[in-house]
């Protein structure tokens, strides 16, 4: 109650002097997953620490967008009551990047005691549970299943060409140049792995993998031995070496495809908010470094050395669109700019600030919104059907009519040669809906029901929030 208190009295702070003219009508939030075990030692799970971050940070966002006394609150977002038409989050099904996805909705839009009360018909006050805690639903997105048991970069992609791509890297003069050079540095960390990584796995092969255990060590394990910290950062600028090259090469743009994919959802979500007239306000995606690392590389931002390098747990970038125009209402198209912003870790409000980069190479902090479009179209995936293209695919959701497993919404597709809504809908009935995983899986075990999937790809055709509703279907 007293953190309730604390909320309320921030929010009804008079609004500061500062208070700019400038005003913002919406974002889009990608934000990496908070501290966790070791990928080398699967099953991976968030800890108490990677909860605080996240928890942390979505209540950073909280104050940053929500707030109504913020600067840089989103015009007309609800500031206490979670409306879901106003916000959409998504995740790919892993348990590290849900449950990151749920602390950070925690401290997004934190409980609000009675305020969320209802008085049903017969006169009974009905409160809702944990002090009034809101729940937000989770999509789910296609790409990224399991990527925290991962450790082989573009596994989860299940993009054939980005696969194909990724694995030229070690065939490439640089990487057999690093391989050997850092031999012996590598064969020296036995004792520091303790059989953790067998002796021929030791080598810059295993750059990440071997970083990551060492790095999860040193944060949670007293016991084990850590290498110098000179050895340490050597470790981690090559880890870095190793996965900026097997996420982005500027001569094959399809191994960035996580940040293609990105880039698209981006687009139609911010698209979304401008055409509704300011419906749909903030979208948040939950992910992985891959994807930070994809669209440094297409956005032009790894010209910076720092954007070669992984971004630290609990990481967020944003995209927010801006205007100087006063009044209320979406402006026109002509009148709004898009800001890029990134944070290197957990974002706690008044310590660390999100700082604003220019994208595609360019000066300005700020760009057009028509400009943003055009930049953004030379590499976004928008559709399902670019996306099976892009990567050569034709099995599985990429075999459009002949999908023998997807039987049961094709009788609603049409049969132009386009990716119609009506096929990003089956596209998208391969993919379970992870509202709320916890009370999904509890459903699923007593009732033995199957969700119906949905992709990030197949939510262009996410007319309305509404459309989450869970479809259920017997399972075999
Ligand atoms: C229920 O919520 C309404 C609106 O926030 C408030 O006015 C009312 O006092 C609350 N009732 C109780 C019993 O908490
Ligand atoms: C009012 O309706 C609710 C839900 O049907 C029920 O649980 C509750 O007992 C009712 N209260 C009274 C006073 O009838
Ligand atoms: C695309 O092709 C690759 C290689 O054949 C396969 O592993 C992957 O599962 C396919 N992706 C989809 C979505 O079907
Ligand atoms: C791109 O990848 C190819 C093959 O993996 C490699 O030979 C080339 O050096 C890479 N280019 C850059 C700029 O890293
Ligand atoms: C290495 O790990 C084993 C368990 O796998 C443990 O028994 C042993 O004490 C560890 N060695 C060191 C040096 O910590
Ligand atoms: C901590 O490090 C020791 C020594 O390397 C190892 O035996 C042990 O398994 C590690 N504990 C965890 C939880 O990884
Ligand atoms: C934005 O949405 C409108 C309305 O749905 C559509 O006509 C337009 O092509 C979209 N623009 C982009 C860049 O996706
Ligand atoms: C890279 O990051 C370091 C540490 O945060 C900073 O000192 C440096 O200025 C950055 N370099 C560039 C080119 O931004
Ligand atoms: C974020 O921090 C990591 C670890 O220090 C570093 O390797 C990376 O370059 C940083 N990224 C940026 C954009 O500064
Ligand atoms: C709003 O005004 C500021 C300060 O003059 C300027 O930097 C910014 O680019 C303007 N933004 C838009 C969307 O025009
Ligand atoms: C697909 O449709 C056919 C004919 O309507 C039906 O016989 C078959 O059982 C369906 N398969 C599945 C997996 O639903």
Redesign the pocket.
Known sequence: MAIIHTLLAIASLPLADLASAERVLGAYIFQRHGDRTAKGLPPTKLTDLGYNQEYMTGNFFHERYISASSQNHIEGISSSVVNLAQISASAPQDTVIQISGQAFLQGLYPPVGSAANETLRNGTTVYSPLSGYQLIPMGDVQSGSSSEDNTWLQSTSECNNAEVSSNDYFYSSSYQQLLSSTSSLYKSLESNLNNTVSSSGLSFKNAFTIWDLLNVASIHNASASIPSDAVMEEL?VLA?THEFNLAYNSSEPIRAVAGMTLAGEVLTSLNKTISSGGKSKLNIQFGAYATFLAYFGLAGLSNNV???????YASSMTWELVTNTSGTGMPSESDINVRFL?H?GTSIEGSTELEAYPLFGQSDVEIPWTQFVDSTKKFAITSQQQWCQACGNSTGICSSTSDSSSNASSSKSSSSGGMSLAVAGVIGAMVTLGVLAGLTALLLLVFNLRLVRKSTLASLGRGSETSITPVAEKAA
């Open positions: 981690l870095n720092n954007f070669t390098g992984m971004p630290v990134f290197n």
